[in-house]
């Protein structure tokens, strides 16, 4: 058998072959399907590009009218799940909540046939459906409130942001909402979407391949990062306070939350379009002093680490926008699950058409032929 290096991470070690998307790092260049997201965020909705992502091409306009009205069909969650979700302890991450009723769902679709596309295109309908729903369940329901039912005259943004705040949103702040689903729904071979593949790699359900990339996305280095880059902010307090705050973390050889990323080495795509987000709801609901201490960061940090290609990644403007929608902080993760779930569906209906379970190998640096020692003597 072939001895390959030990690579921590495996860092540049190909884990599947894929024509999703593509990134080029150095360039700072991504792809869905060989679309530019530049593209598509200025004329392409979430679920056209889902669909794209899916099934591998843009949808004709009689084969995007029907997802669309699939998925409106599907966003309602069925009332044990509600209850189920009810007994969540309200002090719970939102994260765990989703992932548990991602699972749950599971539970009540125990159907299994994964080679056929009847059975793909409902499980597809029904993930990318509902997880807006049970995320705007849960934020609801923690308040001590009930969940809002779906709404079938808005579309999916504008629904999910109803559901969310209890009220039809701004058209802009939807529509702009709307374009982060696309900026956050696939990235290639990340940590979730590779949890992702390897779950699908043991032929279980889609449910379960969702549950897990849902739990790998919440970690900190991955999506989870968002959340950290407001508090950051909030504890930064002040433009003046930026240049020692970044001065005092490097010289701990602490991270900068929102910055450095495995494979761009230059400013994230994504975090381009972000900031012209940003300063869109900026230019119409007001301005918002964290902004500021965010361009002063991403002043001093190019200065500081440019020359490592550290760089503001998704994640260090997305909060800005959030926030400024009045999206509670916790939220942001599940969030960028709701767009995720429809790369991570793409990739789960890649690695079965081409299936091989996952089973990498070790280096193993323990030791061998120790004795056992009796209870008594240790
Ligand atoms: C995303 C991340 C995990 C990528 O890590 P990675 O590819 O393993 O990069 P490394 O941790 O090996 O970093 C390479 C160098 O850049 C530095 N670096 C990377 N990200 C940094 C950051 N956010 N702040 C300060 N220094 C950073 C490292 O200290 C290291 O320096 P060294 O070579 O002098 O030791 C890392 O940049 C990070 O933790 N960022 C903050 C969390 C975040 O925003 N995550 C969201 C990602 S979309």
Partial sequence: MMVCEYKPGLEGIPAAQSSISYVDGQKGILEYRGIRIEELAAKSTFLETAYLLIWGELPSKEELKAFEEEVRLHRRIKYRIRDMMKSFPESGHPMDALQASAAALGLFYSLRDLHNPAYIRDSVVRLIATIPTMVAAFQLMRKGNDPVKPRDDLDYSANFLYMLNEKE???????????????????????????????????????????????????????????????????????????????ERLQNKQKLMGFGHRVYKVKDPRAIILQELAEQLFDKFGGDKYYDIAQEMERVVEEKLGHKGIYPNVDFYSGLVYRKMGIPTDLFTPIFAIARVAGWLAHWKEQLAENRIFRPTQVYNGKHEVPYTPLEQR
């Fill in 169 to 247: 949103p701004d058209a802009l702040a939807a529509k702009i909402f709307d374009i982060c689903l696309i900026l956050h729904v696939e990235h290639t071979m990340n940590a979730s979407t590779f949890s992702a593949r390897v779950t699908a790699s043991t032929l279980t359900d889609p449910y379960a391949v969702v549950a897990s990339a849902v739990g790998t996305l919440g970690g900190p280095l991955h999506g989870g990062a968002n959340e950290e880059v407001i508090q950051m902010l909030e504890e930064i307090g002040s433009v003046e306070n930026v240049r020692p705050y970044v001065e």
